[in-house]
Every structure is written in structure tokens, then in C-alpha cells.
């Protein structure tokens, strides 16, 4: 299928070719001099809209060459991130282009084509990093590959940004390049930011993992990041609503920054929580449980000799669980809740009433949860009902779900 598109946009590019070429050398051939010549290519429609849609498979090839030299094949996951933001995107700058209606011609056009590309450009290079940090073993030429590309983003950022300012100097007052310097700014903040957050990464890795203070940069860095947005977007909200009216097409982006802010936080917040006394909290495994068990840590993939016990049984390196609560907060073995929620008054009913009859049918509590600690040979399946009743208590509305007893 992929080869089908491929093929279809060949054909379509070398029409486009042959299209411009001859209404050229018709230009050329009826006019005869080269000004009488250029007059007609602009000014006759049919010229015009030939030569547009040759500018726009240029563009289109170009960008199809930065993303193979860059990024070669994409992901499932990029291209999904590319379909479901490209949309929204495309419907955020008709609203844009609702508010500079004025300004609107070709060059105008052209720009905010250029723009939704090099924007898309920014998606894949942060997905990419994104891969990177979560794949163990990624070959140093991704490293390289990756590298490159946020310089190349950031030049190219720069160059359009510094453009967009020169201009508002020069003619002094507000217009499209308004719009223009803003979201290059935005795409230029976001690449530094991705950037540095890379170098984090790379630094984690070089020590091997056991950077215990990557996290509290990670975050400051992303409160800076979503704080300069978030002033940004205020500054162009009153800008554009001074001099033109309500930016419509501002208004998710400024409420997913605000949201995004509060994520963070809350985020940051349950991970120093549960990080600030990892020793305490969770108990070294046994050398009998290293040996009973695959010594193997899920996460990085090696062996252990020492590991940290979850509740639900699972073993894993101390560095290696560091890092993955740092996204997750749950076993991600069994996906069973890392910490119990404090207020689960449900779950543990429950786990009192299963122990009665675990003792009552088998008379011994194996079957059970003695306690807090959940026992070692409870089955994937059993632990993850149990972090359903954990999840539905920390939301209090466990009344939506059957009760606790019937899960368990
Ligand atoms: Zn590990
Ligand atoms: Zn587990």
C-alpha cells in the first residue's frame, strides 16, 4: 500500500514537472523576451496555479528527503502522532488565517505551508527522541541521526524566526509575521528543550543509570519550558486580541498548556514520593527469590544480583525501577500498582474477606494476601484485579465497578 502511495505521488510530482516545464517554455516561446515572459507566468491563472503546485511537490519532496536522511523509515508511532496532529493542526491555522485575512496572498500561503511542515518535522524528531529514551541498546547512529536533526531544527527555526522579527521592526505594526515570529518561537523554545532533555538522557546513560537527579532536572527543565509557553501564548493572546479580536485557534493550545502544567506537577510530585525512600520502601529480593525467579530484569533486560522487590512480587535493578517510575507508577511486569493508595479502604476489606476464605476452603492462607504484602506466587491475573480495585478506590468511584469481592 505504501508502494502504491509512493508510486501515485511519483506520477503526480513528474506530471507537475512536465506541467510547469511547458507552461515555461510556452511563456518563453509566445512572448519571446524574458520580462514580456515572466509578466504572463505571473499573471496568467493557469500559469499560476501550475507553478504553486510545482512549489508545493518541491516542498513536499524536500521534506520527504530531510525526513529520510534524518529519520529514515518513521515508526507506527510517529506516523499515528503525525495523522492525529496534522488535522488539528491544519484546523487551527484556518483559524489563523480567519484572524490575518487581510495579509492573505500567495507568499502567505506558501508560509504557512512551510511552517506545517517543519512543524511536523518537530513532532517526528521528538517522538524519535522519545524512542531513543526508552530503548535500551539504540545504535550510536541514531544517536548521530538525532543529533543532527535538532541542530538542522534549530537553524531552521532561528533563520525563520529572526526573518519574522526583522520584518516587524522594519514595517512596524502588527501583521501575519506576528503570527509567524510566534509560533517559531514556540518551535525553537520546544527544540532547545527536547535538546537538553536528550543530553540528560545521554548523560543518565553514561553514568550507567544511576543519576538519581535526572528526574528533578528533567522536571524543572519542563516547568521553564511550559512556563515560557505559557507566558508566550498569554503575550500573543493579547497582542492578536488587541489588534484583531478573540485568537479562536489559541484558546486549546493555551488550555493544554495549563493542563499540562498541572499534569506535571501532580506527576512530579507522586514520583518524589515514591522515589524520596526507595531503599525503605521497597525490600532488597532474597537470594533465594533472585535464584526461584528468571534473574533477569525485565526493564534493562540483564541480570541481576541484587534487585528491589515490588509488593507484587516483581524483581528488578534499583536504577532500572528509578527510571521507569519516572513515567509509570505501575509494575511493568504485572502492571499492578507500585504503592498501594493510602485511602483504600475497598481493597483491603476485600483482602481481609479473601483471606477468611482462603482459610476457610484450603486452610492456609496461600491462596490469600497475607497482610499488605501480596503473596509471591499470586498470578498475573489476580494482581492486576487487585490494581483495578486499587485504581477504582484512588478515584472513589469504585461504585461504578461490581464490588471488590466479586473481582477478587
Ligand atoms: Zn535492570
Ligand atoms: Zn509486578
Redo the contacts with the bound molecule.
Sequence with gaps: KNFVKMMKLQTFAGISLIAALAIVHHAFSTRGQFYPAMVYLSTSKISLVLLLNMGLVIMCVLWKLIKKVFLGSLREAEVERLNEQSWREVMEILFAITIFRQDFSVTFLAMVTTLLLIKALHWLAQKRVEYIETTPAVPKLSHFRIVSFMGFLMVIDSLFLYNSVKFLVETKQASVALFFAFEYMILATTTISTFVKYIFYVSDMLMEGQWEKKAVYTFYLELIRDLLHLTMYMCFFLVIFVNYGVPLHLIRELYETFRNFRVRIADYIRYRKITSNMNERFPDATPEELNANDATCIICREEMTVAKK?I???LFHVHCLRSWLERQNT?P??R?LVVPPENSAPSSSARAENNQQGASSSGTSSQGLSGAAVNNNISHHQ?RLQAAVAAASIYEKSFVYPSPNTLL
Design positions: 515490588l507484587c512480587g516483581h509494575c511486569t504485572c499492578a494482581a
